[in-house]
């Protein structure tokens, strides 16, 4: 079990680069592709609520991927409540755990506990990350739609 929270602190820390450096470039392309093109605001705002969904979907069945990798191949305690083989069973501990809903139906156990406080907090980071990135693009679109909506209204004036 020491052996093993050393691994599961290595482990963490990957996964919070990777999961991080993912999610920055997801953001990056989709602040290529708004800067590039000039969609309107209802196409702009799909685009960016479905992307970031994803960015959230990615993270997620890394750290599931990881967990179920753990238990089943690198020999760590299996979650309780969930069949060792049951790789969906580890996605939706991961969604539970990455959004902090805890459901409370699935336990991680050994050092798996430290990968899962981990997830957490990496959780909780890029849905704020996704909450202020979201905030601002809004911001512009609710300026775009503004200043569309006046020049329509003086056209119509005239």
Same mark, same amino acid.
């Given at each position: 079990m020491d052996e093993?929270? +050393? +691994?599961?602190?290595?482990i963490s820390i990957v996964l919070v680069i990777v999961t991080t450096a993912?999610?920055?470039?997801? *953001?990056?392309?989709? *602040?290529?592709?708004?800067?590039? +093109?000039?969609?309107?605001?209802?196409? *702009?705002?799909?685009f960016l609520v *479905?992307?970031?969904?994803?960015?959230?979907?990615?993270a997620i069945w890394i750290y599931g991927t990881v967990y179920w990798a753990l238990a089943n191949l690198a020999g760590y305690e299996p979650l309780i409540g969930v069949a060792r083989d049951d790789f969906f069973g580890y996605i939706y501990f991961s969604a539970a755990t990455y959004s902090s809903l805890g459901i409370g139906d699935i336990f991680?156990?050994?050092?798996?506990q430290f990968i899962t406080g981990v997830e957490v907090l990496n959780g909780l980071m890029l849905i704020g990350w996704s909450v202020m990135f979201t905030y601002f693009a809004v911001e512009k679109l609710w300026n775009f739609h503004s200043i569309e909506g006046l020049k329509s209204d003086k056209n119509e004036e005239k």
């Open positions: 093993q929270i +050393y +691994y599961a602190i290595g993912i999610f920055y470039e997801i *953001l990056c392309i989709v *602040l290529r592709i708004v800067s590039k +093109y000039d969609p309107s605001p209802r196409p *702009l705002m799909f *479905l992307t970031i969904f994803s960015a959230h979907t990615i991680p156990q050994g050092a798996m």
